[in-house]
């Protein structure tokens, strides 16, 4: 269990952060009692919340294998990276292509100081303090600009972090900005909280209730419909299968489905390539 004597210089424990609470989810040790307070409230209404952040890993495992070892994707930009965990972009990417290179951006700076810790030996990757509601400031910045060449294509990973830009902040000109200082033949992957709607009423009464337990205590936190979720990504051809439940994406052989329960249809995701 973490203490504040734990806690990284920089690391307000007096307020919960999303990687936090998130990093509790996932079975991680870098969370506080504030965060797991968050959590465990969360977890009375959708008590499969382990599960579907579990699920969003395992999506995102199998979107970069696929961009790094079927597409040839050698660079990705993770944008809301998150806390070191299993399973890393780069520990992945470089299984499938040794040269793969990325960058980690969060705002949280617990995600800075783990990962800088995770990266000190590693030269495929780096990780920057940014926020994703400027993204012309990740993109110019120095960091970026020398680790990734956008001349050839990239991979832009949006797993977990449009749902944590409100509407008044504009998620789609985020997205857009972003979508346009990549070359052609890049391809985005974004994972995102959906309301079912009336196709799943429980569902989308339990999302209404956690998205507002999120908004309380977090400040964040939007389940969105499908069509909002697509306009992220306008002008790009969405890959099959399209915007589906996490485990629904392109599963690998021997992979167990998980059952369908709360969190299931409340979590999305897609891969799009930019023509
Ligand atoms: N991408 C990882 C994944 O899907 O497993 C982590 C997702 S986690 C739910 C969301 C992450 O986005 C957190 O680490 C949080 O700190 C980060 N985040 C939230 N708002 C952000 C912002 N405005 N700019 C940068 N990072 C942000």
Known sequence: MASNEAAPSGVDVSVPSIARVYDFMLGGKDNFAVDRTVAEHALKITPDGPQAAQANRAFLRRVVRFLAAEQKIGQFLDLGSGLPTQGNVHQVATRHDPQARVVYVDNDPIVLAHGRALLAHEGAATVIQADVRS??????????????DFSRPIGLLLFGILHHIGDDEDPKAVAAKLIEALPSGSYVAISHFRDPGERQPDASRKAREVERIFNESLGTGRWRTDEEILSFVEGLEVLEPGLVPLAEWRPEP???????????????GLVARKP
């Not at 012309?136 to 680790?147: H, M, T, W, Y």
């Not at 021997?254 to 979590?267: I, K, L, V």
Request: without cysteine.
């Open 135 to 148: 993204p012309e400031v990740i993109l110019e910045g120095a960091e970026v600009r020398q680790f990734l």
């Open 254 to 268: 021997g992979e167990t489905a998980p059952s369908q329960s709360d969190t299931y249809h409340t979590f999305v």
